[in-house]
C-alpha cells in the first residue's frame, strides 16, 4: 500500500525548517559540501545505514567533497511522509559529521 504523497502546504512547511533542501524535479533536493572526500563518504555511510534501516533509499551522487541528494517515494510517484523522515535525519547526521560550509 502506498503512502499519500506530501500536500503543497506539508511541503512548504518542510522546506521552511529546513531550508536547504528544495522541490527539483518532483523530489527533495539537497547538496552538501563537507570538507574532503572522507568526511563526505562518512556522511554517505551513515546515512546509507539509516536508508537501509527504515528501507527507503536515496538517490544520491558523491564527487570528492560534494553530497547530491534527491529523495521521492517511487510507490507514491511524489514526496512523502518517508521522505520527509530520512531528510531530517540526513540534517542530523550532517551536523554530526562536520560544519558545513
Known amino acids: 500500500m502506498a503512502l499519500e504523497k506530501a500536500t503543497e502546504t506539508e511541503i512548504q512547511a518542510f522546506i521552511a525548517k529546513y531550508d536547504a533542501w528544495r522541490i527539483e524535479g518532483g523530489k ?6 563537507f570538507n574532503d572526500f572522507i568526511e563526505a563518504f562518512g556522511f554517505m555511510t551513515k546515512a546509507a545505514l539509516v536508508a537501509q534501516s527504515s528501507n527507503h533509499h536515496p538517490e544520491w551522487s558523491n ?12 510507490e507514491s510517484a511524489g514526496i512523502t511522509q518517508l521522505d520527509f523522515e530520512l531528510a531530517a535525519k540526513m540534517e542530523q547526521l550532517a551536523d554530526l559529521t562536520q560544519d558545513l560550509q
Open 28 to 33: 527533495l533536493h539537497r547538496e552538501y559540501i
Open 63 to 74: 564527487v570528492y567533497k560534494k553530497v547530491v541528494v534527491d529523495l521521492t517515494t517511487h
